[in-house]
């Protein structure tokens, strides 16, 4: 293990990054970056999306092999370059990457197995399945998730997700929670990118207390109010080169995202003008399904509404609903005065209701696919020319929306798989929503988008409720409903059980009727 007494009294470095440059087919992801880790400190890494976050992540993880020329060093000793997941690991470093790296076919123990654990001891006979369990419950214990080893990754939530994602980085670990925490060093890239507001808290809390063990991390998240709560310690990167390593104490917010943009952003907070008086065009009415209790919502033409709630409180259920993808138990649903019951997105979308759903890897990109086939994926309809498909027609449309939604590096037959986690999710959004239509549902839209590209993606559905589009919008983050909504409804156990409109939307009061139902329970 890296920890020494002399190194935790001597305040040194726990890493060092010496001219690392990293090169994928002639784009240089990572350009000649150096910076150092200070130990017992939680060192923010940033940049907008592509500028090389989780390339340099993966190369300390021994995914990706260095460009010749870079040196790195953990603990003061110098490591042999390229890394190897087993040279990392014994180093003491414990990553948890932006895909959580479980596999959603896979139970929770078999995700957590690997060659050669779970034998009898002196036995070369099968893994034991008992001692499997055993092991991954007790590590589940360490880190107080109430949840059986042989549950399917499949069926967990995202937060139970990236918590047992976590836990497995440190099943090794003789000792629990925050000691295992501190002893290492803590790799996170985006824990909480797809986590509702009250379990980033839980976890922004647990790397408190592990600071205060003297525990060191390097944090990767766009949301800035997070990185001045947690971080030291700050280090930016832009187009792969880094623009600035700094101590966070003296910087603001806005200091941060300048500083990651690269230039001031200006705040687009245009008042909305309250209710729109627009015709209903998505009408719900007694919507019942595994959490839902009875839901009737109406949207107009033109207006934006938010769904808000706590965590399990059905909001992903009734976006799934609206969009085709799930069948509602009992309930009816209108668009445009008549009866609308999709079997399938392929039908709400023919229908004219597209969806950006709350999950991009499991629902959203398709990752063998390109970026243009991605993009077009059930619109090619639009690019048909007497029944057959014209890929000129269809090449230009995605150019066009691989533009508006600034989705880089900007080239239609890249492999989606290959952009970075928010050029990825730009492209579900300009699928959903750079095609028309009549209503657009929105599912947490700008997960893991830099603040620049939110900004950006919060104009385009602006501009599309202008042209009279019905929107809703779900999410936990509720600075999103903020200058965006003309009313937010807040949902409870599957039931609604507020409205906000007007002054009334803003972060604090929603959090507050959020967490009065959550009392209330
Ligand atoms: N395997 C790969 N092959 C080719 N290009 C890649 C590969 N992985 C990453 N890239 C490219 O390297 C650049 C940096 O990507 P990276 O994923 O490191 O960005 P990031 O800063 O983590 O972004 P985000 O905030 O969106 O997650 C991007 O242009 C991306 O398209």
Redesign the pocket.
Known sequence: MITSDTDVRTGSDALRIENLS?T??G?R??NEVSFAVPRGKITALL????????????VLAGV?QPDPGAALTIGGTAMPLPMTPRTAHEAGLRFLH?DVGLVDSLTIADNFAFVDRFRAPGTFGPISKRRQHEHVAATLEKFAISVHPGALVGSLNPTLRTMVGLARAFQDEEESGVQAFAKNIVVL??PTASLPVEEVDTILTSLEELKANGGTVIY?S?RTEEVKRIADQLVI?RD?KLVADEPIAELGVDDIVSRVVGKRLEKTRIPRRGLREGDVVLAAQGITGRRLRGVDLKVRSGEILGVAGLVGCGRSELIRILAGAQSPSSGHMELAGKSYAPDSPATAIAAGVSCVPQERRREGAVLPMSVRENITLGRLKTFTRNGALDGRKERNGALRLIEQFSV??ADPS??I?????????KVVVARAAGFGGTALLLDEPTQ???ALAKQEIANIVRGLAADGLAVILASTDFEEFVGLCDRVLILDRGRLVAEATGEDINEEHLALLCAQQGAAA
């Open positions: 990293k994928f087919s784009q992801a990572l940049g907008m999306n592509g500028s090389g976050k989780s390339t340099l992540i993966k990706y932006q890239d985006e990767v766009h990167l792969g880089k590096p890249r492999l798989g290959l952009l970075s986690g928010g050029n990825q999710q893991g988008v830099d």
